[in-house]
């Protein structure tokens, strides 16, 4: 399930984007518009079911370099948080091992 994402650059641009996979130590970012490698940025978001914002500050750690002969409509790039509060960071850690699928019985348990 898409995330919305308030992305606040170091010009002070801000939009709004969507992270499309999330951890507790980063995101993966679906853009509009590419994010060159190395950028700091500021995200912004809540989780689903939470009203409360989490705050991080992170670091473009990879972006998706598309054909030069492609025109994609959207960009995906990876922010690794570096600054993110210890409460908010745990709060990422339940959200991401509650969103885990279960991990099915091993086939020796059967023969207990």
Known sequence: MPIAVALHRRDRAAAREYATNLSASGLCLHLRAPLPVGEPVRVVFALPHDSAAIEARGR?????????????????????????????????????????????????????
Do not use: I, K, M, Q
């Open 60 to 112: 473009v750690s990879w972006a998706e370099t598309p054909d030069a002969e492609a025109s994609p409509r959207f960009f995906e790039a990876g922010v690794r948080f570096e600054v993110v509060a210890d409460a908010d960071r745990e709060r990422l850690a339940r959200f991401v091992r509650a969103c885990e699928p279960a991990e099915p019985p091993s086939p020796d348990a059967s023969r207990s």
